[in-house]
T-cell receptor, first 115, second 117 residues
Framework: DTGVSQDPRHKITKRGQNVTFRCDPI?????LYWYRQTLGQGPEFLTY????????KSRLLSDRFSAERPKGSFSTLEIQRTEQGDSAMYLC?????????????FGPGTRLTVL | GENVEQHPSTLSVQEGDSAVIKCTYS??????FPWYKQELGKRPQLIID?????GEKKDQRIAVTLNKTAKHFSLHITETQPEDSAVYFC????????????????FGTGTQLKVEL
């Protein structure tokens, strides 16, 4: 499968614990996005990388959230001191440089459940 | 901020009938309008998109129309099949392209389409 991949697919944690998710974009896609999707809603933008630079962050991204893309390839999203309200599907998407740069390809997501 | 409204929230059709899902957006500077299909527990998959320089685009049984003046766009699925059953999301890009040329998408709340035999 050469699409966007995410790991883990499911994560159950207790409130107050830290969790980290990984996203591997499509090879050579230089733009990478994180979205959050709650039940019955569409994805909501969290943050965006161009290569290794994090260029935009949503107000949804509290200071407990941090994202990195150290070498401009895979990205990690860490949530510290998780809260029950963090329970959601965390989706990653990537898009290419050049033609059709608007098109975003999504990964399967990481479903987070905070108990 | 940007807002995208999507209707209906649920849609049930008989196999072979057509289905239409409508979206409106608030940002007059939006230029890109994708539609995603999401099956239960799976990733959103792009099924069709349209850019503001065209009014209609078709791909086999799927078509999208765009009215920039009225700020609405619609998804049309003809000859529906049971495998079309899924949640469909519309989206629009934001007024300000993200720094570096990235594209923030604002999504509608989704339409649960059920195609009945």
């Amino acid at each position: 499968d050469t699409g966007v991949s995410q790991d883990p697919r499911h994560k159950i944690t207790k409130r107050g614990q830290n969790v980290t998710f990984r996203c591997d974009p499509i090879s050579e896609h230089n733009r990478l996005y994180w979205y959050r999707q709650t039940l019955g809603q569409g994805p909501e933008f969290l943050t965006y990388f161009q290569n290794e630079a994090q260029l935009e962050k949503s107000r949804l991204l509290s200071d407990r959230f941090s994202a990195e893309r150290p070498k401009g390839s895979f990205s990690t999203l860490e949530i510290q001191r998780t809260e029950q309200g963090d329970s959601a599907m965390y989706l990653c998407a990537s898009s290419p440089w050049g033609r059709d740069t608007d098109t975003q390809y999504f990964g399967p997501g990481t479903r987070l459940t905070v108990l | 901020g940007e807002n995208v409204e999507q209707h209906p929230s649920t849609l049930s059709v008989q196999e072979g009938d057509s289905a239409v899902i409508k979206c409106t957006y608030s940002d007059s500077a939006s230029n890109y309008f994708p539609w995603y299909k999401q099956e239960l527990g799976k990733r959103p998959q792009l099924i069709i998109d349209i850019r503001s320089n065209v009014g209609e685009k078709k791909d086999q049984r799927i078509a999208v129309t765009l009215n920039k003046t009225a700020k609405h766009f619609s998804l049309h699925i003809t000859e529906t099949q049971p495998e079309d059953s899924a949640v469909y999301f519309c989206a629009a890009d934001s007024i300000a392209k993200l720094t570096g040329g990235g594209n923030k998408l604002t999504f509608g709340t989704g339409t649960q389409l059920k195609v009945e035999l």
